[in-house]
């Protein structure tokens, strides 16, 4: 059984994602979605609601999990016996810092190959910080997240804006 694991942030998940987690279960037998967890990070979801928006968004997708880990990804796909890991790049930005992770994934463990898609063209500059700053100014950002989560994301910045207000 092949399986791969794409990790990341997902703070939201966007269609960004999305795309690349459709196109990852099309190539593989199961695709597990790992959220990453990263102290250097404020997050506006908690990990829990970052999986669980992962679920709702990819609920049509009978192949696709969603886990979230703490340590070396490397050791993750190890203990999970994916043989792969699925990185989306974007613009050229992405391309150093994949390379180099890339590098060290494959250093820890030998047989985890890295697989690169490119992002779709109208994804291409978009990054879940992107959204949640433009959102934050009042932008409408619902042709860049998830239909089944625009709710739960509207709610959640309508709560940000709302205690900036409270306490300047
Ligand atoms: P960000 O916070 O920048 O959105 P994440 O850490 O959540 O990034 O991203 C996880 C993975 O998804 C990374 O491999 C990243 O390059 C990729 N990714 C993020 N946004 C997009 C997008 N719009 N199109 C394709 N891949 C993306």
Do not use: W
């Not at 966007?14 to 695709?31: P, S, W």
């Not at 043989?83 to 992405?94: F, H, P, V, W």
């Amino acid at each position: 059984m092949k399986t791969a694991v794409y990790p990341g942030s997902f703070d939201p998940i966007t269609k960004g994602h999305l795309n690349i987690i459709e196109r990852a279960a099309r190539l593989f037998d199961h695709v597990t979605v790992c959220v990453m967890v990263n102290s250097d990070k404020s997050p506006m979801f908690t990990l829990q609601e970052r999986k669980d928006l992962l679920r709702k968004s990819t609920a049509h997708l009978p192949n696709v999990s969603v886990d979230a880990f703490g340590g070396l990804l490397a050791n993750y796909a190890r203990d999970h016996e994916c043989c792969t890991i699925i990185k989306g790049l974007r613009a050229g930005s992405d391309f150093e810092k994949e390379f180099q992770m890339a590098m060290i994934n494959r250093k820890l463990n030998p047989n985890l190959e890295s697989l690169f898609l490119t992002a779709e063209h109208q994804y291409m500059y978009l990054s879940s910080s992107a959204v949640k700053e433009m959102s934050y100014y009042g932008a409408d950002v619902s042709d860049f997240l998830p239909e089944e989560i625009i709710e739960d994301f509207i709610k959640r910045m309508n709560q940000i804006a709302n205690n900036k207000e409270a306490n300047p």
